[in-house]
């Protein structure tokens, strides 16, 4: 069975730090490219961040630039979401998603696999 599992989400302050990380099992992510997405309450779902299977070429939504980076460990099996100088409005649940297409993870649809989500809430 093939399952992203995401973790490291939680409580911080305007201004903290979070990472997340989205561990695959029962597959190898070497194959795929990674997306980051995020589902703010009322509010549709938005990718936040996207990486190559090599982790050659990474993208970012123009909300988080500069304040997050995505990598991958792909000996690790896992992705990551380092999420710096957090904003309220990053509050969200945040997955991750694989597909073995770059641009099928950049259009965030029908995607090969989604993980089950992370509750990240940036309140003082």
């Known amino acids: 069975q093939l399952q992203l599992v995401e973790s490291g989400g939680g409580l911080v302050q305007p201004g903290g730090s979070l990472r997340l990380s989205c561990a695959a099992s029962?597959?190898?992510?070497?194959?795929?490219?990674i997306g980051w997405f995020r589902q703010a309450p009322g509010k549709e779902r938005e990718g936040v961040s996207y990486i190559t299977s090599s982790g050659g070429l990474k993208s970012y939504a123009d909300s988080v630039k500069g304040r997050f980076t995505i990598s991958r460990d792909n000996a690790k099996n896992t992705v990551y979401l380092q999420m710096n100088s957090l904003k309220p409005e990053d509050t969200a649940v945040y997955y991750c998603?694989?597909?073995?297409?770059?641009?099928?993870?950049?259009?965030?649809?029908?995607?090969?696999?989604w993980g089950q989500g992370t509750l990240v809430t940036v309140s003082s």
């Open positions: 998603a694989a597909d073995r297409s770059w641009g099928t993870i950049r259009a965030g649809r029908y995607l090969e696999v």
């Open positions: 029962g597959f190898t992510l070497d194959y795929y490219a």
